[in-house]
């Protein structure tokens, strides 16, 4: 029988024992997070969870313990190691807003200066 070779940890953790943001993303999609939060974070059938606005400790409690366990899954430690989710938790916070803002969609200007300013 083969029995592979422990590969090396060549990225490098930080003192939490996080990656970097960037491969977040990758455990992101490997916890499945994306599947009730959508790619981005932002949309999806679970809540949006961008922009962050959770402490690390908040949201590391939440998915520890969900305030609906039967609408999103908990995650133990074992399941889903600390600094995975730490890692998860950086790359959400480095994720910018993308949702456009009312005033900046210029059909909704539109719409919205008709309505206010009746000819
Ligand atoms: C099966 C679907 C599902 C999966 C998978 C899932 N979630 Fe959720 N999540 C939800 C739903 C639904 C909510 C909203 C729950 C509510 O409103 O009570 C939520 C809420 C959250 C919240 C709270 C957001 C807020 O502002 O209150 C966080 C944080 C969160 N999820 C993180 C994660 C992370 C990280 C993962 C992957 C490790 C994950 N979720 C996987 C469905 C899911």
Same mark, same amino acid.
């Given at each position: ?23 977040g993303?990758d455990l ?48 133990? /430690?074992?399941?889903? =190691?600390? +600094?995975?989710? &730490?890692?998860?938790? !950086?790359?959400?916070? #480095?994720? /910018?807003?993308?949702? =456009?803002? +009312?005033?900046? &969609?210029?059909?909704? !200007?539109?719409?919205? #200066? ?6």
């Open positions: 029988m083969w029995v592979l070779p422990a590969v090396a940890q060549t990225t490098p953790r930080g003192d939490d024992g996080a990656l970097s943001g960037k491969d993303k992101f999609l490997k916890y499945t997070c994306y599947g009730c939060h959508g790619f981005s974070g932002q949309n999806g059938t679970g809540a949006r969870l961008v922009p962050m606005g959770m402490t690390q400790a908040a949201f590391l409690a939440y998915v520890r313990n969900p305030a609906r366990p039967n609408a999103m899954p908990s995650y133990s /430690p074992k399941a889903l =190691p600390d +600094a995975d989710l &730490v890692t998860i938790y !950086n790359y959400l916070k #480095s994720l /910018p807003n993308s949702e =456009p803002r +009312a005033k900046d &969609v210029p059909v909704l !200007n539109g719409i919205l #200066s008709e309505v206010s300013n009746p000819k």
